[in-house]
């Protein structure tokens, strides 16, 4: 059973520019959620994929926007980065079914510079 | 607005020794608890879950107990390992429904340290 995988590591970025962090679910699950993590704190939850649709959204601006496809990959995207968009993002998957619980990746540790 | 607080950043107990981890949260309509273990450059990983119509569940060495009435669940460890030494973090489902419980909102986290 493949776990959830998520690209690349690590990234440095400017502000202002864009980025785009990739997620591979959990063989079988068809759910996906983002999740922002900075330095001393738990996670934040961003927005859940289910279905190909945003299923939920946490309290982040509209430059975070993500997509899931039909292979329930996942992508993040942060348009016009900014200093305190530095964080480790995670990606969690689940089969959308009962209390299943969320199985999560190692995270993308971003840098803004 | 915290929903779900852990008020001690770090815990510092002997190996055999019994940890206890606590966490408070302010919305009375969760009806669900989870806690996760996280290590260094690792994700979090699942560790045991609690519902709010019970007021135990007991896994191995992980005992999660929850107090309605205080709005106060703990994670006990026993016996403590040095493996144990991790950050733990409570969390809840966000109260809007979806699918599952993949939204989740978590307390800031607790560092274990478990000395030999």
């Given at each position: 059973?493949?776990?959830?995988?998520?690209?690349?590591?690590?990234?440095?970025?400017?502000?202002?520019?864009?980025?785009?962090?990739?997620?591979?679910?959990?063989?079988?699950?068809?759910?996906?959620?983002?999740?922002?993590?900075?330095?001393g704190?738990?996670?934040?939850?961003?927005?859940?994929?289910?279905?190909?649709?945003?299923?939920?959204?946490?309290?982040?601006?509209?430059?975070?926007?993500?997509?899931?496809?039909?292979?329930?990959?996942?992508?993040?995207?942060?348009?016009?980065?900014?200093?305190?968009?530095?964080?480790?993002?995670?990606?969690?998957?689940?089969?959308?079914?009962?209390?299943?619980?969320?199985?999560?990746?190692?995270?993308?540790?971003?840098?803004?510079? | 607005?915290?929903?779900?607080?852990q008020?001690s950043p770090s815990l510092s107990?002997?190996?055999?020794?019994?940890?206890?981890l606590?966490?408070?949260?302010?919305?009375?309509?969760?009806?669900?608890?989870?806690?996760?273990?996280k290590?260094?450059?690792?994700?979090?990983?699942?560790?045991?879950?609690?519902?709010?119509?019970?007021?135990?569940?007991?896994?191995?060495?992980?005992?999660?107990?929850?107090?309605?009435?205080?709005?106060?669940?703990?994670?006990?460890?026993?016996?403590?390992?040095?493996?144990?030494s991790a950050v733990y973090?409570?969390?809840?489902?966000?109260?809007?429904?979806?699918?599952?419980?993949?939204?989740?909102?978590?307390?800031?986290g607790t560092i274990l340290t478990?000395?030999?």
């Amino acid at each position: 059973e493949t776990g959830v995988t998520q690209s690349p590591t690590h990234l440095i970025k400017t502000r202002g520019q864009q980025v785009t962090l990739r997620c591979s679910s959990q063989s079988g699950h068809n759910t996906v959620s983002w999740y922002q993590q900075a330095l001393g704190q738990g996670p934040q939850f961003i927005f859940q994929y289910y279905r190909e649709e945003e299923n939920g959204r946490g309290n982040f601006p509209p430059r975070f926007s993500g997509l899931q496809f039909p292979n329930y990959s996942s992508e993040l995207n942060v348009n016009a980065l900014e200093l305190d968009d530095s964080a480790l993002y995670l990606c969690a998957s689940s089969n959308g079914q009962g209390d299943s619980p969320l199985h999560f990746g190692n995270g993308t540790r971003l840098t803004v510079t | 607005d915290q929903q779900v607080k852990q008020n001690s950043p770090s815990l510092s107990v002997q190996e055999g020794r019994i940890s206890i981890l606590n966490c408070d949260y302010t919305n009375s309509m969760f009806d669900y608890f989870l806690w996760y273990k996280k290590y260094p450059a690792e994700g979090p990983t699942f560790l045991i879950s609690i519902s709010s119509i019970k007021d135990k569940n007991e896994d191995g060495r992980f005992t999660v107990f929850l107090n309605k009435s205080a709005k106060h669940l703990s994670l006990h460890i026993v016996p403590s390992q040095p493996g144990d030494s991790a950050v733990y973090f409570c969390a809840a489902p966000l109260p809007d429904g979806g699918t599952s419980y993949g939204k989740l909102t978590f307390g800031q986290g607790t560092i274990l340290t478990v000395h030999p």
